[in-house]
């Protein structure tokens, strides 16, 4: 990974992946001072530092703290919310504080009581009543709450329905018994018995096991239908459809799962990669993946040892019970410790989430490992381009454009391509002015940029990795304009190089990107513009002299224009034409009129 901090953020936000999760930012102390969720990492980090218009002025102070990012993926965006609000409370970093207030997600709460009621709760009670969630989508949840009423008609009021109660008859059946909505507990018209059994199934649907319940409700709604019911099972079909949406929307995890602490281990080419989540009252509190260097030939079990004692020493109220996605019944653990490998349920889910995130480390580590190997092969000033432009792909095909007036006459204009940072003199093009009258550089830019990406457009070409206008934000702004009327704007990067060299534009950007003076990536720009100087101005000087000589020309006596095309198609150039003898222009425009040519060259 490159040195810097500025080069660290960069590699990592380029390489992040684009999935569901959360993301930390440390300051140079390593202290969390930012957690925010994301549908997309990648994009979402991204925008923080890409974006730097219309950003308020904490966020410029956010990003300028910024020395490190951390992430953690999870199986949804909702997952990803929940975690970043239990991450927020708990950690309480100081730009969430003044950027965001945090919300308090509703629970959906199994009363401890003897014949438990279903509510909703946007706080965890110590009564022992089982809590379920926190859910963001609060319509699903409702939603869900309704199916459970009207498939387990369960009682809603909160009288204390212990036996004495109920035999001594202290209750009347009120007019939820009499309108089907309860099967009357409190009259002993349901038994205790038949209640819990609901409950249980209750319970599994909040859980996520919803198929058998899913699967009846189907069934029913057919039969309806059949019947020609139709109200009937369109009512059974928006339960459906409410229970499918809360099924999507799955807890972070169980709130029957407390202090427990989840390690996964995952190791390639000799890298050892761990995931650690503290689990406490049933919420993912912290979450960190590091990297565990192998001192010797330890095995996997050794290796998943050492990170215990290490966590076990470092962390504080370190979980009693450690779950894992490795098979290690025989390891020595300290006292009143306890390790597992889960094979179904919420707690091998927590396992799968973990793994994911370690391996999604791995990757990354492996990748560095094959980029350092690469560096040798690729150009330094390539690798430094990317990461100050922060390009999507290595620049390995550059085209560059500049226009050419010299004295306000001949309007030329000319592209030279680097290729692996390197001229690739067989690519360059040159352009005469066709649609332009006088001198606009900003119309023969669109010009040319229109003709040059029409016609890779046209013939299926690919396009360059990146685009470089010479002329500032006005050229660049006419390049832009031109390759969005074409309709391939967005297919490669384009940028515009200042007066200044160190000085460049991007499109929709009103502050520039400076390049440090030192830095290889300049040091390319700037032999990349010097060629496109050279180029254009070569071309520029080559047509006005052909231009001069074929007016010199033309006013000889005897020479017309036909003539002057004759010379000028057989001999290629002006030079060709000059350099030639007089038996090679006789062969071409006769002897009388090479002799007046050849007079007036002397």
Same mark, same amino acid.
């Not at 207030?101 to 965890?124: H, L, Q, S």
């Not at 094979?343 to 995130?357: F, I, M, P, Y």
């Not at 940029?449 to 500032?472: A, H, M, Q, S, W």
């Given at each position: 990974?490159?040195?810097?901090?500025?080069?660290?953020?960069? %590699?990592?936000?380029?390489?992040?992946?684009?999935?569901?999760?959360?993301?930390?930012?440390?300051?140079?102390?390593?202290?969390?001072? %930012?957690?925010?969720?994301?549908?997309?990492?990648?994009?979402? @980090?991204?925008?923080?530092?890409?974006?730097?218009?219309?950003?308020?002025?904490?966020? *410029?102070?956010?990003?300028?703290?910024?020395?490190?990012?951390?992430?953690?993926?999870? &199986?949804?965006?909702?997952?990803?919310?929940?975690?970043?609000?239990?991450?927020?409370?708990?950690?309480?970093?100081?730009?969430?504080?003044?950027?965001?207030?945090?919300?308090?997600?509703?629970?959906?709460? =199994?009363?401890?009581?003897?014949?438990?009621?279903?509510?909703?709760?946007?706080?965890?009670?110590?009564?022992?009543?089982?809590?379920? #969630?926190?859910?963001?989508?609060?319509?699903?949840? %409702?939603?869900?709450?309704?199916?459970?009423?009207?498939?387990?008609?369960?009682?809603?009021?909160?009288?204390?329905?212990?036996?004495?109660?109920?035999?001594?008859?202290?209750?009347? !059946?009120?007019?939820?018994?009499?309108?089907?909505?309860?099967?009357?507990?409190?009259?002993?018209?349901? &038994?205790?018995?038949?209640?819990?059994?609901?409950?249980?199934?209750?319970?599994?649907?909040?859980?996520?096991?919803?198929?058998?319940?899913?699967?009846?409700?189907?069934?029913?709604?057919?039969?309806? /239908?059949? *019947?020609?019911?139709?109200?009937?099972?369109?009512?059974?079909?928006?339960?459906?459809?409410?229970?499918?949406?809360?099924?999507?929307?799955?807890?972070?995890? &169980?709130?029957?799962?407390?202090?427990?602490?989840?390690?996964?281990?995952?190791?390639?080419?000799?890298?050892?990669?761990?995931?650690?989540?503290?689990?406490?009252?049933?919420?993912?509190?912290?979450?960190?993946?590091?990297?565990?260097?192998?001192?010797?030939?330890?095995?996997?079990?050794?290796?998943?040892?050492?990170?215990?004692?290490?966590?076990?020493?470092?962390?504080?109220?370190?979980?009693?019970?450690?779950?894992?996605?490795?098979?290690?019944?025989?390891?020595?653990?300290?006292?009143?410790?306890? @390790?597992?490998?889960? !094979?179904?349920?919420?707690?091998?889910?927590?396992?799968?989430?973990?793994?994911?995130?370690?391996?999604?480390?791995?990757?990354?580590?492996?990748?560095?490992?094959?980029?350092?190997?690469?560096?040798?092969?690729?150009?330094?000033?390539?690798?430094?381009?990317?990461?100050?432009?922060?390009?999507?792909?290595?620049?390995?095909?550059?085209?560059?454009?500049?226009?050419?007036?010299?004295?306000?006459?001949?309007?030329?204009?000319?592209?030279?391509?680097?290729?692996?940072?390197?001229?690739?003199?067989?690519?360059?093009?040159?352009?005469?002015?066709?649609?332009?009258?006088?001198?606009?550089?900003?119309?023969?830019?669109?010009?040319?940029?229109?003709?040059?990406?029409?016609?890779?457009?046209?013939?299926?070409?690919?396009?360059?990795?990146?685009?470089?206008?010479? #002329?500032?934000?006005?050229?660049?702004?006419?390049?832009?304009?031109?390759?969005?009327?074409?309709?391939?704007?967005?297919?490669?990067?384009?940028?515009?190089?200042?007066?200044?060299?160190?000085?460049?534009?991007?499109? #929709?950007?009103?502050?520039?990107?400076?390049?440090?003076?030192?830095?290889?990536?300049?040091?390319? =720009?700037?032999?990349?513009?010097?060629?496109?100087?050279?180029? /254009?101005?070569?071309?520029?000087?080559?047509?006005?002299?052909?231009?001069?000589?074929?007016?010199?020309?033309? +006013?000889?006596?005897?020479?017309?224009?036909?003539?002057?095309?004759?010379?000028?198609?057989?001999?290629?150039?002006?030079? #060709?034409?000059?350099?030639?003898?007089?038996?090679?222009?006789?062969? +071409?425009?006769?002897?009388?009129?090479?002799?007046?040519?050849?007079?007036?060259?002397?």
């Amino acid at each position: 990974m490159p040195g810097s901090d500025s080069e660290k953020i960069n %590699y990592i936000r380029l390489n992040l992946p684009e999935l569901p999760g959360i993301y930390k930012y440390l300051d140079e102390e390593g202290k969390i001072i %930012y957690v925010g969720k994301a549908r997309n990492l990648k994009k979402r @980090v991204n925008s923080y530092f890409l974006k730097t218009n219309g950003q308020d002025f904490k966020t *410029k102070k956010l990003v300028s703290k910024i020395a490190d990012i951390q992430i953690t993926i999870t &199986s949804s965006e909702h997952d990803a919310l929940l975690l970043e609000n239990n991450l927020i409370k708990n950690l309480q970093p100081k730009f969430n504080i003044m950027l965001k207030d945090g919300k308090t997600y509703p629970f959906i709460v =199994i009363k401890n009581e003897r014949f438990p009621r279903i509510t909703t709760a946007r706080y965890r009670n110590k009564e022992g009543s089982e809590y379920f #969630g926190p859910f963001s989508n609060v319509k699903a949840m %409702y939603s869900l709450l309704e199916l459970i009423q009207k498939n387990y008609k369960l009682r809603s009021c909160s009288f204390n329905l212990n036996q004495k109660n109920i035999d001594e008859g202290k209750f009347r !059946l009120c007019l939820e018994f009499h309108i089907g909505k309860c099967l009357g507990p409190c009259n002993n018209l349901q &038994s205790e018995e038949n209640y819990i059994h609901n409950i249980a199934q209750i319970r599994q649907i909040l859980k996520g096991n919803y198929t058998q319940i899913l699967n009846g409700l189907k069934l029913e709604m057919k039969s309806h /239908a059949e *019947k020609h019911f139709f109200e009937e099972a369109q009512k059974i079909k928006e339960i459906i459809e409410g229970i499918e949406v809360f099924q999507k929307s799955t807890c972070v995890v &169980s709130d029957q799962i407390s202090n427990t602490e989840v390690i996964t281990l995952l190791t390639e080419q000799g890298i050892y990669i761990a995931n650690h989540f503290k689990i406490h009252q049933g919420s993912i509190i912290q979450t960190h993946t590091f990297e565990i260097y192998q001192k010797m030939e330890e095995s996997l079990v050794q290796v998943f040892s050492a990170v215990i004692d290490k966590l076990i020493a470092e962390e504080e109220n370190f979980g009693h019970t450690i779950l894992t996605n490795l098979d290690v019944n025989d390891i020595e653990l300290p006292e009143f410790y306890s @390790v597992h490998k889960p !094979l179904k349920g919420d707690k091998a889910r927590l396992v799968q989430l973990s793994e994911k995130n370690s391996q999604l480390i791995l990757n990354e580590k492996l990748a560095q490992i094959n980029l350092r190997a690469k560096i040798k092969e690729e150009h330094p000033a390539l690798i430094a381009l990317k990461n100050v432009l922060s390009l999507p792909n290595m620049p390995s095909r550059i085209e560059c454009f500049d226009n050419s007036n010299l004295q306000g006459t001949n309007p030329v204009a000319a592209m030279v391509c680097f290729i692996n940072a390197k001229p690739a003199k067989k690519e360059y093009r040159h352009f005469n002015i066709k649609s332009v009258e006088g001198i606009d550089d900003f119309a023969s830019m669109a010009e040319i940029v229109t003709r040059r990406y029409k016609k890779i457009k046209e013939e299926n070409l690919d396009f360059p990795d990146l685009v470089i206008i010479d #002329g500032g934000k006005g050229q660049l702004s006419a390049a832009v304009e031109a390759l969005k009327s074409i309709d391939v704007y967005g297919k490669f990067p384009i940028i515009g190089l200042a007066k200044r060299l160190e000085e460049i534009f991007t499109p #929709g950007d009103s502050e520039s990107i400076y390049i440090e003076r030192k830095s290889p990536a300049l040091k390319l =720009i700037q032999q990349i513009r010097d060629e496109t100087h050279r180029f /254009a101005i070569t071309f520029h000087r080559n047509k006005r002299s052909k231009s001069v000589f074929t007016s010199e020309l033309n +006013v000889i006596n005897g020479i017309g224009t036909k003539t002057v095309n004759k010379l000028l198609l057989h001999f290629k150039s002006v030079k #060709g034409i000059k350099n030639a003898k007089l038996e090679e222009l006789e062969a +071409v425009i006769g002897k009388a009129k090479a002799e007046l040519v050849l007079e007036k060259l002397k």
